[in-house]
């Protein structure tokens, strides 16, 4: 199964999301890659980074580097990661001089995405040809949201898109569904976001809140997903229910 995980807002969770359950589902057995489909390449050093010569998923959308040939082990195992960064800023500008632009990503995945349990797809923070390839390959997405001012906004257009990749593209794609992020239960706002997506999406919001916790932006320092930091964090014990209801509504 292969999941996007989506939002064309920078900063509300996408790499801290994708990276965490990933690494759960990992940890509880399955075997998993996660796919950093990011310029910025936050997943990829917050699972250790990439050696200098190795090839990533630039070269795979941009030169049809075989998929299995970028996979690198992390430190957490079952766990594959795909690597991005600054080469896919290249990519998403080639991409749109490319024929079946919207599909490269999905051909690249097809003949080893199979041999995983799961596949987690890191997007960028855009609504660009990258994302728009994540949705073409993906079965399902997950879209996280931060509590804070404005997280409602973009949803719209987020899920428009997801139509129009549907009709388009990809007939399958399935939104598992939403997953509110740094909630901090001292503010007003967090609780006003949380009713607010409850009640536009009562099918689609998880029923795990992931909360505010230091420890969950600490991690990426260290190389390592916070449920490896400090499995036993506020923020560890979210991301583990959260892969539960992932793992779920599979
Ligand atoms: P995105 O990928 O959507 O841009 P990130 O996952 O990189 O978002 O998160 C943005 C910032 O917020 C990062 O510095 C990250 O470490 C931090 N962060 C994410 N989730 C939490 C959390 N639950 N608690 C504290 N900090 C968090
Ligand atoms: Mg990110």
């Given at each position: 199964?292969?999941?996007?995980?989506?939002?064309?807002?920078?900063?509300?969770?996408?790499?801290?999301?994708?990276?965490?359950?990933?690494?759960?589902?990992?940890?509880?057995?399955?075997?998993?890659?996660?796919?950093?489909?990011?310029?910025?390449?936050?997943?990829?050093?917050g699972?250790g980074?990439?050696?200098?010569?190795?090839?990533?998923?630039?070269?795979?959308?941009?030169?049809?580097?075989?998929?299995?040939?970028?996979?690198?082990?992390?430190r957490?195992?079952?766990?594959?990661?795909?690597?991005?960064?600054?080469?896919?800023?290249?990519?998403?500008?080639?991409?749109?001089?490319?024929?079946?632009?919207?599909?490269?990503?999905?051909?690249?995945?097809?003949?080893?995405?199979?041999?995983?349990?799961?596949?987690?797809?890191?997007?960028?923070?855009?609504?660009?040809?990258?994302?728009?390839?994540?949705?073409?390959?993906?079965?399902?997405?997950?879209?996280?949201?931060?509590?804070?001012?404005?997280?409602?906004?973009?949803?719209?257009?987020?899920?428009?898109?997801?139509?129009?990749?549907?009709?388009?593209?990809?007939?399958?794609?399935?939104?598992?569904?939403?997953?509110?992020?740094?909630?901090?239960?001292?503010?007003?706002?967090?609780?006003?976001?949380?009713?607010?997506?409850?009640?536009?999406?009562?099918?689609?919001?998880?029923?795990?809140?992931?909360?505010?916790?230091?420890r969950?932006?600490e991690a990426p320092s260290y190389g390592e997903p916070v449920?490896r930091y400090d499995?036993?964090?506020?923020?560890?014990?979210?991301?583990?229910?959260?892969?539960?209801?992932?793992?779920?509504?599979?």
């Open positions: 199964m292969i999941y996007a995980v989506a939002n064309q807002k920078g900063g509300v969770g996408k790499t801290t999301t994708a990276v965490n359950l990933a690494a759960c589902l990992a940890e509880a057995g399955s075997s998993v890659v996660l796919v950093d489909l990011d310029p910025q390449g936050n997943a990829t050093s699972l980074g990439v050696p200098d010569d190795h090839p990533t998923m630039a070269e795979v959308i941009l030169d049809g580097v075989p998929f299995r040939d970028v996979l690198l082990p992390t957490v195992p079952n766990l594959s990661l795909a690597p991005g960064g600054g080469g896919l800023a290249g990519a998403a500008v080639e991409l749109p001089n490319r024929q079946g632009r919207e599909g490269v990503l999905r051909e690249a995945l097809s003949a080893s995405a199979g041999e995983y349990d799961y596949v987690f797809i890191d997007c960028p923070p855009s609504l660009d040809l990258l994302t728009i390839n994540a949705l073409a390959a993906a079965d399902r997405l997950v879209v996280p949201v931060q509590c804070e001012y404005y997280a409602l906004e973009g949803l719209t257009r987020l899920m428009e898109t997801v139509e129009a990749v549907r009709a388009r593209l990809n007939p399958d794609l399935r939104i598992t569904g939403m997953l509110l992020t740094m909630h901090d239960a001292r503010t007003r706002v967090s609780a006003d976001v949380i009713a607010e997506v409850r009640r536009h999406f009562p099918e689609l919001a998880f029923r795990t809140v992931v909360p505010r916790n230091v969950v932006a449920i499995p036993h964090c506020a923020g560890a014990d979210a991301y583990f229910e959260a892969a539960k209801e992932v793992a779920a509504r599979a």
